[in-house]
């Protein structure tokens, strides 16, 4: 796959999974886990990309003794998923062109 189109998949993702509640790293990449898999050193540097761009904000929090970070997505970071569902349309389409070829020569 593409590479650019692979990181902006994945910066949505992690933006979803971060939508309905704050969420750390652990548990993002367990969200994740059923969908796509991810490297905790993906994941980090995903967010600090998207903390650079304001489509997160991080807070510490002391949890059993040890800080932990949590993010949570921004106006930003949402608006980026509600676009990229708009751009899917487009994705779903040119795909549909792509394979039309494949599927008159069944």
């Known amino acids: 796959m593409d590479v650019q189109l692979k ?5 949505v993702c992690v933006l979803a999974a971060i939508k309905n509640e704050d969420s750390y790293g652990y548990q ?10 991810m490297s905790e050193s993906t994941l980090y540097t995903i967010l600090k990309r998207l903390e650079n761009m304001n489509m ?4 510490s929090a002391e949890h059993n003794g040890r800080l ?26 040119i795909y549909r ?3 039309k070829e494949d599927e008159n020569h069944e």
């Not at 997160?56 to 807070?59: E, K, P």
């Not at 676009?83 to 487009?90: C, L, M, N, R, V």
């Open 7 to 11: 990181r902006g998949l994945l910066d």
């Open 28 to 37: 993002i990449i367990k969200d994740m886990k059923p969908y796509i898999e």
């Open 56 to 59: 997160l904000t991080v807070r």
């Open 68 to 93: 932990r970070k949590y993010y949570h997505i921004t106006p930003q970071g949402i608006q980026r998923i509600q676009d990229f569902k708009e751009e899917w349309e487009e994705v779903i389409s």
């Open 97 to 99: 062109f792509v394979i």
